[in-house]
């Protein structure tokens, strides 16, 4: 079994049920939901080019997935989370767009967030005792020798490339794309997602994510509210 500790909406949020049509599974219950209907996309083309991010799911990676470290629980790793998450206090993401990061498109922040880049890097130094070590064959996965300087370091240190200073929030709408598709879709998800996107979004819980077996779809496990209790109580 995998864990990840990412940032999700709640399960009943308009751009939760949003995105889970438009990559065909829910995050939280883990089961299929119809693609929308879209005039110019047949309901198999979505389908084709949300395949892979319909497996993690709708999300932003704050710790990228991991292997329990043997010596650990995952009963200590949710009181742990518990607890650190009552240490942060809830802020407001910026306005989130449809951008693309590479070649897929997914949700982006339109101006920088020092908050949620604390935040990341926080998560993933708090939780790193949890991981495993890589082992030869994920270290070959990440194709070390693509990676810049710090992108590498942070893959020895800290079992991922993109995380610290190179660590980018995005919620992944999109396999990799080219040619016409990429105008396409592009057009298609921005008047899909846009009306939603004028919405306010709070981060305010930090979400466990799990896979059960290698290859399986990720599910959120549990949801950990942050802020106080007290304070959430008179909220």
């Not at 990840?4 to 089961?31: H, K, M, Q």
């Not at 497996?55 to 010596?71: I, T, V």
């Not at 890589?134 to 942070?154: D, I, K, S, V």
């Not at 799990?210 to 959120?220: L, T």
Request: net charge neutral.
């Amino acid at each position: 079994m995998r864990y990840a500790i990412s940032f999700t909406t709640p399960a009943g949020d308009p751009l939760s049920f949003a995105a889970a049509s438009w990559l065909g599974r829910s995050v939280y219950s883990g089961e299929a939901v119809e693609h929308p209907a879209i005039r110019g996309l047949g309901l198999h083309e979505i389908a084709f080019h949300t395949a892979l991010p319909r497996r993690y799911g709708f999300h932003a990676s704050l710790k990228a997935p991991f292997r329990m470290d043997p010596e650990r629980t995952e009963a200590s790793l949710l009181r742990d989370m518990m607890r650190f998450a009552g240490t942060l206090e809830p802020f407001d993401l910026p306005r989130l767009e449809v951008a693309r990061l590479g070649d897929f498109f997914g949700l982006m922040p339109t101006k920088p967030c020092p908050a949620l880049d604390y935040l990341a890097a926080a998560v993933v130094q708090e939780f790193d005792s949890y991981r495993a070590p890589l082992t030869e064959g994920e270290l070959e996965r990440m194709a070390p020798e693509r990676l810049t300087a710090p992108q590498f370091a942070n893959l020895y240190r800290w079992g991922h490339p993109y995380a610290m200073e190179e660590f980018r929030f995005h919620m992944t709408l999109t396999g990799p794309l080219g040619g016409r598709d990429v105008e396409r879709f592009g057009t298609t998800l921005n008047d899909y997602f846009g009306p939603l996107l004028c919405e306010r979004i709070i981060v305010n819980n930090l979400a466990l994510f799990f896979e059960r077996e290698p290859g399986a779809p990720f599910q959120v496990h549990s949801l950990h509210p942050m802020g106080r209790v007290s304070a959430r109580r008179t909220a």
